[in-house]
């Protein structure tokens, strides 16, 4: 917060409020909801500080922000509540609050810090909150918070409006642009820059002053956000709650070597395969391994159709270990389609644990052609194992995406999960 408003409001003493009512205590009832409706969260609200923001001198804020995430000088979560604004609110408003700035730290919005100037800065906290509200869905239909919030459907409307008055950066025959339900930040951060001209931001994206996290991106802001990912989520597993995946995918970021990404990734299986077909895994599951002889493929197993990039750019090992993964896989009853690929696809096969002999070599990387060839297979999921050197740019194929990479590096398209194993 800055003091820059501090020489316009001695001389209008009058605009400075009395002590807020709200304070700290006032939040059992809301911490008592969370609980009830997502006890993840309230794992996670349990190792965050609680504060009091002190918004007296600043009206902009007061009258704006909700609440706000950062990381303390030392090392700790913190979130700030705006006790002007909960004072106002009924106690499930305040829980989806507190909520969605325990988003931003769930979706991994504390560390990272890609995009440096002010125009994508602004289009980007909007392209976030847009995506946990998708997540968050009752901050929509709250009364309350509905039409203050980015939303999805707000941000449409306000597409269409300026598409009609001829401000948005469209080709003359293109349709108006509207955001999906659903989709991912990354999505929404490139369709509002793509269309949205530079100097409409403040009329579109409102003024900057609801930012509400940080833009923390160093090793101590990882290492509190790891540490308390990690413990919210042992706490949610003990007591057999449910974690997003989300969040198991941000602490893998933040802390590469405790999380295994065979575990993330099956959370991503979990996550994206229908429930008719879970029933197939787990009644394969109680039975014997030889049900898996090729040719006695049951209708409606799931299907994971794998790419493994096989250019070189991967080591031994950890094809090894993708190969062991498949094999548990396979057990389970996955049914699992392997396409071999580097600048072309190279082989494609059903994977068959005994009878696999290893992946062909080759050189160069190009990813579409793999991506072609896998949606062939009419998969449940498909999952990309490489280092994200590509020559094209592959389109979205439209079926839940994992990229498990083995280099910080960007996937080439911008869609999917990404899953960074390199050490
Ligand atoms: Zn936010």
């Known amino acids: 917060m800055s003091d820059d408003l501090l020489p316009d409001l001695i001389e209008n003493n009058d605009e400075i409020p009395p002590d807020p009512k709200f304070n700290l205590r006032d939040l059992e009832d809301a911490i008592i909801y969370m609980i009830s409706i997502n006890p993840f969260y309230a794992n996670l609200l349990m190792q965050t500080d609680l504060s009091i923001w002190d918004l007296k001198r600043n009206k902009k804020l007061r009258n704006g922000a909700g609440a706000s995430v950062r990381i303390t000088k030392t090392g700790r979560l913190d979130i700030r509540i705006n006790p002007y604004f909960f004072d106002t609110l009924g106690y499930k408003d305040q829980a989806l609050i507190l909520m969605h700035e325990l988003a931003h730290v769930i979706l991994g919005h504390m560390t990272s810090n890609r995009f440096i100037d002010t125009r994508q800065k602004k289009v980007l906290n909007v392209a976030r909150d847009l995506g946990i509200h998708e997540i968050l869905t009752d901050v929509k239909k709250s009364e309350r918070l509905g039409n203050i919030s980015q939303t999805v459907e707000g941000v449409n409307k306000a ?126 599951n109680r039975r014997n391994d030889d049900i898996t002889v090729p040719g006695n493929r049951k209708r409606g197993n799931p299907v994971i159709a794998s790419i493994v990039d096989t250019s070189g750019s991967m080591t031994k090992e950890e094809l090894a270990q993708i190969v062991a993964e498949f094999v548990k896989l396979e057990k389970e009853g996955y049914d699992i389609y392997v396409i071999e690929a580097d600048t072309d696809v190279k082989r494609y096969y059903k994977f068959i644990g005994r009878k ?63 899953l960074d194993i390199s050490g």
């Open 159 to 284: 597409l269409k409006k300026m598409a009609s008055e001829g401000r948005l950066l469209m080709q003359p025959d293109e349709s108006v642009p509207q955001l999906k339900n659903n989709d991912t930040s990354e999505n929404y951060f490139t369709t509002l820059m793509k269309y949205i001209p530079e100097g409409e931001d403040d009329e579109f994206f409102g003024e900057d002053d609801g930012h509400d996290f940080g833009e923390e991106d160093t090793d101590a802001a990882k290492a509190a956000v790891a540490q308390a990912l990690q413990k919210a989520i042992a706490n949610t597993k003990n007591n057999a709650g449910k974690v997003p995946m989300d969040a198991e995918i941000t602490l893998s970021e933040t802390m590469k070597n405790k999380v295994r990404w065979q575990s993330v990734m099956r959370r991503f299986l979990g996550t994206n395969i229908g429930i008719d077909k879970k029933t197939s895994v787990n009644r394969r």
């Open 356 to 418: 696999f002999t290893g992946f062909l070599g080759g050189g160069g990387t190009a990813y579409q052609p793999a991506i072609t060839k896998a949606m062939s297979y009419r998969p449940d999921v498909i999952m990309y194992f490489g280092d994200m050197d590509s020559y094209d740019t592959p389109a979205d194929p439209g079926v839940p995406f994992l990229w498990i990479t083995t280099k910080k590096q960007e996937p080439p398209g911008k869609f999917g999960k990404v």
